[in-house]
């Protein structure tokens, strides 16, 4: 499965062996100027590169009203991503939590290949990747919720217009003034025809879904991009973006089991991750829903399941629902319209409130089906109340 890097990284992850190191495409010194817009920047500092191009610490000569002293250069002798990025930075131009493209022009010299550069944002604190390699500490979560959210309003609007970013890793968000995330390097997105998704066969290893790295999933959709938010969230909890998360490790993040649940769903079964942008940013901006019991008259016709640990065996209990008229299943589905929860096993997938089957009725419910939650003294009143 072919794989790349972001366009825009920082030195420091060249340093740290994950990017080959090239030939500069520019030379510290070097003028380029812009026919477009007739601006000049001199090149001060190569910041990193990536599978499509170079990336340069950049000074503005001369004035400007539209562009800020500061900027980064960003070179490429490919076409293709130049003209996709461009056209993406026009489209987000006016969205405060995307890295803003201020110029856009090719670079004709004698006797070299015309490059194709882009003047985008500087951020002072590089690329997430970097500032967490070398500041090594966890974020708040109330600072997780809200600047991630901040990325997904990026995301939203781009799934809204049925497009796909399908390289939201850590190199590809920034972190500017007062550690203010934003989005850039919209050099692989596509955009769908029908919303059944893209094929994918261009993406970053680190936060690639399983399935793609599998070859399990055919094409991208934007539960995909979700996925790797998910991988985003759980990097800014521990603190570290050198590895991926598994749903295995879920349980152990330093965070509330709320967003723990999130993340797993995020990055969990495919078909149960978040549809959109859109739906994640309230799962994390909305307070958890209460699991309280219900009120149930008879079992008599409902379909039923067990969740958490009986102080009878599984088996027995299932037996006594059937004789009051219960059809069990193995598990909440669309069909499922009471659910009796035992005591939480300590090992549930995303802490104590994270078990599998309460987030598929979180889930199930979210999507407009009833479900009636019962203790199990509840469930074994009716039974009893049954018997009688």
């Known amino acids: 499965m072919p794989t790349r890097f972001s366009a825009v990284t920082t030195r420091a992850a060249t340093d740290r062996g994950l990017i080959q190191s090239r030939p500069p495409l ?3 010194g070097q003028v380029v100027a812009s026919p477009e817009t007739g601006v000049e920047y001199r090149i001060e500092r190569f910041l990193g590169q990536g599978g499509f191009g170079q990336v340069f610490l950049s000074r503005r000569l001369g004035q400007s009203a539209a562009v800020p002293e500061a900027v980064c250069i960003k070179v490429s002798g490919r076409i293709d991503s130049w ?19 201020f110029d856009a022009f090719p670079l004709v010299t004698t006797g070299r290949p015309v490059l194709y550069c882009l003047a985008l944002e500087y951020a002072p604190h590089g690329d997430l990747s970097a500032f967490l390699y070398r500041d090594g500490r966890r974020w708040s979560e109330a600072a997780v919720r809200r600047e991630i959210a901040g990325i997904l309003e990026v995301l939203g609007k781009l799934h809204r217009g049925q497009l796909l970013h399908r390289d939201l890793t850590p190199v590809n968000v920034f972190v500017c003034e007062n550690r203010r995330l934003k ?32 070859g399990a999933a055919p094409k ?13 969230i759980a990097m800014l909890v521990k603190g570290d973006a050198q ?21 797993y769903r995020c990055i969990g079964e495919r078909r149960k991750r978040y549809e959109s942008a859109n739906e994640l940013i309230d799962a994390l901006r909305t307070p958890p829903a209460s699991l309280k019991a219900g009120v149930m008259r008879s079992l ?9 640990i009986l ?8 037996a006594a629902a059937r004789r009051a008229g219960a059809v069990i299943h193995s598990g909440p589905s669309i069909r499922t319209t009471v659910v009796v929860r035992g005591k939480p096993n300590p090992l549930q997938a995303a802490g104590r409130q994270g078990g599998l089957k309460l987030m598929e009725i979180k889930r199930l419910r979210e999507k407009g089906h009833r ?15 049954r018997q009688a």
Not at 183 to 198: E, K, N
Not at 245 to 263: F, M
Not at 371 to 385: A, G, M, Y
């Open 300 to 308: 008599k016709g409902v379909h039923l399941a067990f969740t958490g």
């Open 243 to 263: 590895a991926r998360i598994r749903t295995s490790a879920v349980r152990g993040l330093p965070c509330s089991d709320h967003l723990k649940e999130i993340i």
């Open 183 to 214: 989005l850039g390097d919209f050099g692989i997105m596509r955009q769908q025809s029908d919303g059944r998704g893209i094929t994918a066969r261009t993406m970053n290893t680190l936060t690639a879904p399983s399935e793609f790295l599998d």
């Open 83 to 101: 003209v996709r990025e461009a056209y993406f930075g026009r489209l987000l131009d006016d969205h405060p939590r995307a890295i803003r493209m």
């Open 371 to 385: 479900i009636t939650l019962l203790n199990e003294n509840q469930f074994w009143t009716l039974v009893r109340r």
């Open 26 to 28: 520019l030379v510290v």
């Open 311 to 318: 102080s009878k065996r599984r088996r027995e209990a299932a």
């Open 220 to 232: 991208w959709r934007a539960r995909d991009d979700v996925y790797q938010v998910g991988q985003l």
